[in-house]
């Protein structure tokens, strides 16, 4: 990243955005033409609206979420990557066959970060820590702490 946003720096001079947030945008638009050479296009869905992304779109909607921490084990982050209902199977169905556990590993959270390239699932990058939600959730969250007491000051 440094090497990176020290380039961006020099042809990005004075952009609001900064030179961060512009290599960010450019790694995610890599790794979402990455993802779409594995696995099929996530925009896609039948008449019912959906697709072999819903299993997995369907477990953050029930307020699942997935903390992916640099400094985590491989037994950890197979556990958390695990958990997602539907991931390992559509990654078993579109992996080369004989693929390596860490391969697979390393696919599966590229389906996670492919979803939120793709607007599906929502994720919050801090400093050491990915964290995937819902997307519908995530944005409602970040409005504040509004309850049924705040509704009826607005009636």
């Known amino acids: 990243m440094p090497a990176l946003t020290g380039k961006l ?3 990005y001079e004075g952009e609001q955005e900064g030179a961060i947030n512009v290599a960010k945008l450019l790694i995610g638009k ?3 033409k990455v993802y779409k050479t594995y696995f099929p296009d996530p ?3 039948d ?3 959906k ?3 819903t299993p997995i779109t369907d477990w953050f909607a029930h307020n699942n979420k997935v903390d992916i921490k640099d400094t985590m084990s491989e037994k950890d982050y197979e556990k958390a990557l695990r958990e997602v209902k539907g991931l390992e199977k559509l990654v078993d169905k579109y992996a080369p066959k004989g693929t390596d556990k860490k391969v697979k590993l390393g696919l ?3 389906v996670l970060e492919g979803l939120h390239q793709n607007s599906m699932v929502g ?3 801090l400093d050491d820590v990915r964290s995937y939600t819902d997307m519908i959730g995530s944005m409602l969250g970040s ?3 509004l309850d049924d007491d705040d509704i009826d000051d607005y009636r």
Request: hydrophobic share 30%; no cysteine; net charge negative.
């Open 143 to 145: 409005l504040g702490g």
């Open 108 to 110: 599966m959270e590229l």
């Open 43 to 45: 925009q896609h869905k």
């Open 51 to 53: 697709n072999e992304y």
């Open 123 to 125: 994720k919050d990058d």
């Open 47 to 49: 008449k019912e609206g």
């Open 9 to 11: 720096e020099l042809v």
């Open 30 to 32: 890599a790794l979402n």
